[in-house]
């Protein structure tokens, strides 16, 4: 298993401004991932996060939008730029278990970001 | 490409009657299978997982799944309720080829009334 503490647990913002969520887990992972839980929603990733490159974007998620970083194999962020009451949502960092390489994954609490 | 449905968005049912949370899946290639519990406030917790083997799978707090590949369904059942057991159930499908990228069903909310 695999204990992943994400900040802040929650936040309200205003319309226009930035928010950086921050990830970090409890041993090393080779990969990251994000998603977002729009309110009554289901998941959807955003994107993987690698150590030592560029993050992956899934389609219609983009990096001006969603900026991600990924120093060590333990943290990464995620930025939600410029936001709109339509980002209001809960976004989830998530890795996948040691020794679990068969998409089963371990997730944060979550940020619960509510955008005015 | 994956897709995952799941055929009620809400169940409520009475403590200590069973449950069936209904799951159908879609994909061209072979897919791994999970169940997930998300209870209010918190981020999700595997139930159950299939990859391979016997198609009848066994989680935690009492749930089980069963995978039927000619119907691709993985239904999540268990025989008797808790109120503790009140929460949202996620189905999710991910191929080998993607791994840790799952996609995720609608979602199903249990309610245990007492």
């Known amino acids: 298993s695999a204990v992943i503490s994400q900040k802040p647990s929650r936040d309200i913002c205003q319309r226009g401004t930035s928010l950086t969520i921050q990830c970090q887990v409890d041993s090393q992972v080779t990969m990251m991932f994000w998603y977002r839980q729009q309110p009554g929603q289901s998941l959807t990733l955003i994107a993987t996060a690698n150590q030592g490159s560029e993050a992956t974007y899934e389609s219609g998620f983009v990096i001006d939008k969603f900026p991600i970083s990924r120093p060590n194999l333990t943290f990464s962020t995620l930025t939600v730029s410029n936001m709109s009451p339509e980002d209001s949502s809960i976004y989830l960092c998530?890795?996948?278990?040691?020794?679990?390489?068969?998409?089963?994954?371990?997730f944060g609490e979550g940020s619960r970001l509510t955008v005015l | 490409a994956q897709s995952v449905t799941q055929l009620d968005s809400q169940v409520p049912v009475f403590e200590e009657a069973p449950v069936e949370l209904r799951c159908n899946y879609s994909s061209s290639v072979s897919v791994y299978l999970f169940w997930y519990v998300q209870y209010p406030n918190q981020g999700l917790q595997l139930l159950l997982k299939?990859?391979?083997?016997?198609?009848l799978v066994k989680g935690i707090n009492g749930f089980e799944a069963e995978f039927n590949k000619s119907q691709t369904s993985f239904h999540l059942r268990k025989p008797s309720v808790h109120i503790s057991d009140t929460a949202e159930y996620f189905c999710a499908v991910s191929a080998a080829t993607r791994a840790g990228k799952s996609t995720f069903g609608d979602g199903t909310t249990l309610t245990v009334k007492p």
């Open positions: 299939y990859l391979s083997g016997s198609t």
């Open positions: 998530s890795v996948e278990g040691q020794g679990s390489p068969l998409g089963e994954l371990f």
